[in-house]
């Protein structure tokens, strides 16, 4: 469920089919994880491509045989690290979520209490 690849910008990166904006055929941004550093980035699906983004194999592929070999062990190093930054995702999935709930929230309070004030509104207009 992990797509593995290199990026020229942010180095080895692991994207998460898991995550809702990560399934094929939508169309919202991708949120990539950089492994050197496990911060998680968006980017936009049409420049997920190559040059920008390669798949691991194809990039390993056509490296020199002493720097594949240095970039594959550093990729396998990224590979055991993998359920740290799942938790990581799984972090940051939890934080959206929770901020997005709070905006609903504070929408549905503030349209609440629009409605309250228009109530009196009306009923003070009707009295006078």
């Given amino acids: 469920m992990q797509w593995w690849g290199y990026s020229k910008e942010h180095g080895w990166v692991v994207l998460d089919r898991r995550i809702p904006a990560n399934v094929p055929n939508i169309k919202t941004d991708l949120l990539f994880l950089r ?40 990729l396998e190093g990224y590979k055991l690290r993998w359920p740290e930054f799942e938790r990581e995702l799984q972090r940051d999935r939890r934080e959206t979520e929770e901020r997005a709930e709070a905006v609903r929230l504070d929408g549905e309070k503030a349209q609440k209490q629009a409605a309250s004030e228009k109530r009196k509104q009306a009923a003070a207009a009707a009295k006078a």
């Fill in 35 to 74: 492994c050197r550093d496990a911060v998680i980035f968006g980017a936009k699906r049409e420049n997920w491509r190559p040059p920008s983004y390669r798949f691991a194999p194809n990039y390993l592929r056509d490296l020199a045989p002493p720097a594949a070999e240095e970039a594959a062990a550093e």
